[in-house]
């Protein structure tokens, strides 16, 4: 079955930066488009970034635009969240997300907490 397993969250002071990283399993996953969001408290989840299968048509929201980067491994069956010059507002769970005949599948989140 389709399983995405998130990782990389924790505490960093603001500033700093960490790599999330999501790894699939039971789909093929160089086929898919992959997706990170973020929830955080009180809040609706809201879509960060976004990687095709193949090709260079990234795009990020605007909020994290020029700090985040969003990256792939289909070797390795992983996508990747480069998150640098964090700020307090970025404090969130992340969850990636990809999408197969219509349906959603997402992991399980990690939290992220930019706090000094």
């Known amino acids: 079955q389709v399983q995405l397993v998130e990782s990389g969250g924790g505490l960093v002071q603001p500033g700093g930066s960490l790599r999330l990283s999501c790894a699939a399993s039971?789909?093929?996953?160089?086929?898919?488009?992959m997706h990170w969001y973020r929830q955080a408290p009180g809040l609706e989840r809201e879509w960060v970034a976004g990687?095709?299968?193949?090709?260079?048509?990234?795009n990020y929201a605007d909020s994290v635009k020029g700090r985040f980067t969003i990256s792939r491994d289909n070797a390795k069956n992983t996508v990747y969240l480069q998150m640098n010059s964090l700020k307090p507002e970025d404090t969130a769970k992340y969850y990636c997300?990809?999408?197969?005949?219509?349906?959603?599948?997402w992991g399980q989140g990690t939290q992220v907490t930019v706090s000094s």
């Open positions: 039971g789909f093929t996953f160089s086929t898919y488009k």
């Open positions: 997300k990809t999408a197969i005949w219509g349906r959603e599948y």
């Open positions: 990687i095709p299968s193949v090709g260079v048509n990234i």
